[in-house]
């Protein structure tokens, strides 16, 4: 199986099911940001409403949908392709759920399952972790440093830790912290999620259930995150890390891994696209110094921001025991580690 870890970070300067499509948000710091259960994300479907809001007090969001393209050829040369724009006129590829280890196949009642998207925060974390290592301190009075008595947050006690193994799915999912090393996810045992930044979510998902026949049966687990650092940029910032797993039996040559964003930054009327391919860098600016209010969209008035995304790291080259050179040439512009005297 071929794993691939992603990072990007998202910064200004849900499906067609009748049952609708579940969501989290990113509410921490200066951002407010939806992240839908079937990976795409500030757009709902079911009510046509985009919520990517930077500044968190403002009106005016810079993002209208986004989600993960996948493709790549089957030792056959089969092309298949599994893409996210903004699930509607059937062009849904990507489900809620995980996938199993064997096959790569799920259910609509485990994919139902996990349509949600969970939050956790730092804070809650730091709580969990400090009073059970209280409790396992002679030296620490649980009375005296939690004076109020201590429960475990839903937050913590929901977190999709482990898999369901008799059903052929992977024993892990969503990173948790082994207080005792029993490897199982047992909060009253001191066991607590893992996370990135100072809030995050996690969702799983997967391009098998409803396209098999084009799909690549690739899981991929979601960590979005955000900070509340008092630094206003880094509080301005989304980060997402996606971990995407091969569940299939087939390998795939020419794999391509990217990130479909439509940038609405207030007023989408005038709005101009441009890149910095050195810095993997895309963006979104005003073409003049007002954005207004347009088509229902709430504008950022006077001398508006830009937001853009940014590559923070993709998935590795096969190694080939060399220091691959250095191509700067578009469309193959290198990401790091290239031509630094290091063997792979």
Not at 13 to 28: D, K, M, P, Y
Not at 41 to 64: E, H, K, M, R, W
Not at 124 to 145: F, K, M, R, W
Not at 268 to 296: E, K
């Amino acid at each position: 199986r071929n794993m691939y870890t992603l990072s990007f970070l998202l910064v200004v300067c849900c499906s067609e099911h009748v049952r609708g499509q579940a969501f989290g948000e990113l509410n921490i710091g200066d951002v407010r940001a939806r992240f839908c259960a079937n990976g795409r994300v500030a757009f709902d479907t079911l009510a046509s409403s985009i919520l990517f809001q930077v500044p968190a007090s403002g009106a005016a969001s810079a993002n209208y949908s986004g989600g993960l393209w996948i493709g790549g050829q089957t030792t056959g040369g089969q092309l298949k392709l599994s893409s996210t724009m903004y699930d509607t006129g059937g062009t849904m590829h990507f489900f809620p759920g995980p996938l199993t280890t064997t096959g790569g196949t799920t259910t609509q009642a485990v994919s139902d399952q996990y349509n949600q998207v969970w939050s956790v925060t730092r804070a809650e974390i730091n709580a969990h972790l400090a009073y059970y290592s209280c409790l396992a301190d002679p030296g620490c009075n649980v009375a005296i440093e939690f004076p109020n008595g201590y429960a475990i947050p839903s937050s913590i006690l929901d977190w999709p830790a482990m898999g369901d193994v008799s059903g052929g799915y992977d024993q892990y999912l969503a990173p948790f912290y082994d207080y005792n090393a029993d490897g199982n996810y047992v909060p009253g045992d001191g066991d607590a999620p893992c996370i990135l930044g100072d809030q995050a979510l996690f969702n799983v998902f997967n391009d098998r259930l409803g396209s098999a026949n084009q799909s690549l049966g690739v899981e991929v687990q979601a960590m979005p995150f955000a900070y509340d650092s008092g630094d206003p940029m880094l509080d301005q910032t989304v980060f997402v890390r996606y971990h995407l797993i091969n569940r299939s039996s087939e390998t795939y040559a020419n794999t391509m891994l990217g990130f479909f964003n439509d940038f609405d930054l207030g007023c989408a009327d005038d709005d101009f696209i441009g890149c910095d391919p050195s810095r993997n860098l895309a963006y979104v600016y005003n073409w003049d110094d007002n954005d207004q209010n347009c088509l229902g969209a709430q504008g950022y008035g006077a001398q508006p921001p830009a937001f853009g995304m940014v590559l923070l790291k993709g998935p590795l080259l096969d190694a080939n025991a060399a220091d691959d050179g250095a191509t700067n040439v578009l469309p193959n512009w290198n990401g790091q580690a290239f031509d630094d005297g290091v063997i792979d």
